[in-house]
């Protein structure tokens, strides 16, 4: 089970990272792929494709740059909370108090 889960963390096309978001369709407009940060919905346009011969369907983002800025300064801001930033940059570790 972890092998899969591994995997699937890898894009097939290019073995570049996944970011889990949602996929958002509209009644009105255009599809969009929305990550949640921190309670605020960073969304970028979804462009498809489908093969005319077996009817594959394959989506893109029209803006990943978006998507990725968003996810990494969650990931800062996460990071900055518990402390382990602190302690990349070689700084002392953030101390709770009781």
Request: hydrophobic content about 40%; some cysteine.
């Amino acid at each position: 089970m972890e092998a899969a889960a591994a995997v699937a963390a890898v894009c097939s096309r290019c073995g570049g990272a996944l970011i889990a978001g949602a996929f958002v369709l509209p009644i009105l407009g255009r599809a969009k792929f929305a990550y949640n940060l921190r309670g605020r919905s960073i969304e970028t346009d979804v462009d498809a494709r489908m093969c005319s011969d077996c009817g594959l369907l394959t989506f893109t983002a029209e803006d990943p740059e978006r998507i990725r800025r968003a996810y990494q300064a969650d990931r800062y801001a996460e990071a900055a909370t518990d402390g382990t930033a602190r302690l990349a940059r070689g700084g002392p570790a953030r101390r709770d108090k009781p």
